[in-house]
């Protein structure tokens, strides 16, 4: 069942065991959270070791692994390097815009009874939405009524009306 159901049912009856459930899947969703953000952190870190590695000499010759790449494009090596690196910029952040919209992660409680109750409900709900479908195929199916029938139950209304004044 999702997080949500077990929210509401856990703040309306205010139950230990409800309320324990809903601790330990909040504490699940915090380190998904946690896990999330450590591996954006590693990736910053990747990024700003490769910028250092491209402009900072840390090698005998001067040359970073980086800094050999725009070296072996040729002539317009760094334009090229540079066209990439925004290239790469721009397909990171879209990935980073959507991932959200794409991440299969929806955290599920495992209630049994808080099930049962949610199924009864959906059922009740079917139910009641198919009684109303079989009354208006009913209404559809049997014939219209008469023009002097509508006629006549609005004489009748507009009669009693004026009697109570």
């Known amino acids: 069942m999702p997080l949500s159901e077990l929210t509401k ?11 324990d459930l809903l601790k330990k899947a909040d504490a699940e969703q915090a380190e998904h959270g ?6 954006a952190r590693f990736a910053l870190t990747v990024l700003v070791l490769s ?3 491209l402009y900072v000499p840390v090698s005998p010759k001067g040359n970073g692994i980086l800094s050999q790449i725009p070296d072996g ?7 090229w390097l540079l066209w990439l690196v925004w290239l790469g910029f721009i397909v990171v ?6 991932y959200p919209v794409f991440e299969n992660y929806h955290l599920w ?22 009684r109303f479908r079989r009354e208006a195929e009913a209404r559809r199916a049997s014939p219209p009524p008469s023009v002097s029938d509508i006629g006549g139950r609005l004489g009748e209304r507009n009669r009693s009306s004026f009697r109570r004044e």
């Open 93 to 98: 952040v879209v990935v980073l815009a959507f």
């Open 73 to 79: 494009l040729g002539q317009n090596g760094y334009g």
């Open 109 to 130: 409680v495992h209630c049994p009874e808080l099930a049962q109750e949610l199924e009864k409900k959906r059922q009740e709900e079917r139910e009641q939405e198919e």
């Open 51 to 53: 910028g250092v590695d």
């Open 9 to 19: 049912k856990a703040h309306a009856t205010k139950e230990s065991y409800y309320l």
């Open 34 to 39: 946690d896990k999330t953000w450590q591996t």
